[in-house]
């Protein structure tokens, strides 16, 4: 195969992988920040220790009842799901300031390819960041 050849398919594919990142990370970008539905709750990372305590309550007491799980069960799943939240909130922490960055660098990208007009409009549909929230 001529290397030539060989250096376009790998950019090709670099191209196609990097958009296709680059899109999965727009399209989770808009479902956590879309307006919540009632009764339904948003991304973890933006409830508050209470509500996903709540929130944790309320799986636990649906796998009880639907697994009809014994105390002893009990006890020990609810542990395990205290120590997954606490897990998951430390991880969400150290890495919110990347994804953060790279969301506003998607805009960025998706802005600079827009006219004046797409632009305004581009803008007002951004859900405002929890961050520049008064």
Request: without cysteine; proline residues 7%.
């Amino acid at each position: 195969m001529n290397p030539s050849r060989a250096r376009a398919g790998l950019i090709i594919a670099a191209i196609a992988i990097g958009s296709a990142i680059a899109g999965a990370g727009i399209d989770r970008w808009v479902v956590t920040h879309s307006p919540r539905r009632p009764g339904r709750g948003g991304p973890a990372s933006s409830m508050s220790p209470e509500a996903s305590a709540r929130r944790r309550a309320e799986m636990f007491e649906r796998m009880t009842k639907d697994l009809s799980l014994t105390p002893a069960q009990r006890v020990g799943i609810d542990s395990i799901m205290q120590r997954t939240d606490s897990s998951l909130r430390i991880v969400r922490r150290e890495m919110q300031p990347r994804l953060t960055a790279i969301f506003d660098s998607s805009r960025t990208q998706i802005a600079a390819r827009l006219d004046s007009a797409q632009r305004v409009k581009f803008a007002q549909q951004r859900p405002p960041r929890r961050d520049r929230r008064p």
